[in-house]
């Protein structure tokens, strides 16, 4: 069982930039960010697989979000820029054992770790 913390989110204004990061307790083959607004269902943000660093961005927050990690320490990070109000959510952290394809790592239900979520609200 891998445990995934993730930072505080915060509250920011539209146009701003904030950093979340995820520690990992073990090894995550597959690592993720997912965001659930009110409402709404899950739906995902970004991906890492461990073996390549292959990322892959949903189309809504591509050129706007980067995600990185430090490999030796199992942490993943987002760095959201250029905030708009529809960013507003919980933002989970999720881990997998498996290695996803770049077109799999979008599925929630791949992944069996998830941190507790932290909320990101984008407002003026």
């Known amino acids: 069982q891998v445990q995934l913390v993730e930072s505080s989110g915060g509250l920011v204004h539209p146009g701003g930039s904030l950093r979340l990061s995820c520690a990992a307790s073990g090894r995550a083959n597959t690592m993720a960010w997912f965001r659930q607004a009110p409402g709404k269902e899950r739906e995902f943000v970004a991906a890492?697989?461990?073996?390549?660093?292959?990322?892959s961005y949903a189309d809504s927050v591509r050129n706007r979000f980067t995600l990185s990690r430090d490999r030796t320490k199992n942490t993943m990070f987002l760095q959201m820029n250029s905030l708009k109000p529809e960013d507003t959510a919980i933002y989970y952290c999720?881990?997998?054992?498996?290695?996803?394809?770049?077109?799999?790592?979008?599925?929630?239900?791949?992944?069996?770790?998830w941190g507790q979520g932290t909320q990101v609200t984008v407002s003026s």
């Open positions: 890492v697989r461990r073996s390549d660093g292959k990322i």
């Open positions: 999720a881990g997998t054992s498996s290695s996803w394809i770049l077109s799999a790592m979008g599925r929630a239900e791949g992944y069996e770790f």
